[in-house]
């Protein structure tokens, strides 16, 4: 196999700090999943510790996943062997060039928010090459301990996000300001005024301050009441109250 494509990353996990958007996997890309016996699925860039694709595996474990995991450091995979569980879970030195896999799902979190912005793109038509005809790429970044989340979903072939996902422990959550700090790579530095996602996460911010009555309820009311006016206000969602009580939104990728 050739070099594979990418850099070595500061490897950063922890347990359970991919959690929601694993949920999500499971529930936005059920189809998908289901639709051969054993999908293919690939954690990129899981990091100093296998921890993240072993809870991909246990996450998806309905769908009888064969789940691999891919790092660029071979000191990294090799440390992961313990953890493997074939043909279940196993682990792989590899890059942006899936290793020359065909999954169906690829999950690459918090590897790109360590690149420059120009290096995107490229990152994102090279993995969307590789998947499988229907397949999927979810890109995205968290903070250290899971509580804030946003990721892209990119279909095989594409060269643009279709929908951008935001995500929080709603207990914790202060404002969906905070959402600007964890933004995916392509999205962080263009959250300025007259931007697409400033607008966005501005409006967001309104109509949760608007909601500060319904906390008296607790935060996920004020969550569902915030996103109740963010649509009502003519912003496109693409998702509902089911998956906006768990802290969630879902809206079509801001360009």
């Known amino acids: 196999m050739r070099r594979p494509l990418g850099e070595i990353t ?3 996990t ?3 700090r991919l959690r929601r958007v694993d949920r ?18 690939v954690d990129l860039g899981y990091g100093a510790t296998p921890i ?24 990294r995979v090799a440390a992961a062997q313990p953890a493997a569980d074939p043909p279940r879970l196993e682990f792989r030195r590899g890059g942006f060039e899936l290793a020359g896999l065909r999954p169906q799902v690829v999950r690459a979190f918090n590897v790109l928010r360590q690149y420059d912005e120009s290096a995107v793109r490229l990152a994102w038509e090279t993995m ?8 999927w790429l979810v890109e995205g970044t968290c903070d250290e301990l899971g509580r804030i989340a946003t990721w892209a979903l990119l279909a095989a072939g594409s060269t643009a996000p279709e929908s951008l996902t935001l995500a929080a422990k709603l207990s914790t959550l202060e404002s969906p300001a905070v ?41 996920r009311q004020r ?31 801001p360009s």
């Open 179 to 219: 959402f600007a700090e964890r933004l995916p790579k392509a999205l962080i530095h263009h959250n300025v005024p007259g931007a697409p996602i400033h607008s966005v996460l501005e409006a967001l911010t309104v109509s949760w301050e608007r909601a500060a009555p319904m906390g008296v309820f607790g935060p």
């Open 24 to 41: 999500w996997i499971a529930w936005r890309l059920a189809a998908t999943l289901a639709s051969v016996d054993s999908p293919l699925v």
């Open 223 to 253: 969550w569902l009441a915030t996103v109740r006016a963010y649509a009502d206000g003519g912003h496109p969602v693409l998702d509902g109250p089911r998956r906006w009580r768990l802290g969630e939104l879902t809206i079509p990728w």
């Open 52 to 75: 993240t694709a072993v809870e991909l595996a246990d996450r998806l474990a309905s769908f009888r996943p064969h789940v691999v995991g891919l790092e660029i450091d071979p000191v």
């Open 14 to 16: 922890n347990p359970n």
């Open 128 to 135: 969307c090459e590789r998947l499988a005809p229907d397949g």
């Open 10 to 12: 500061r490897g950063t």
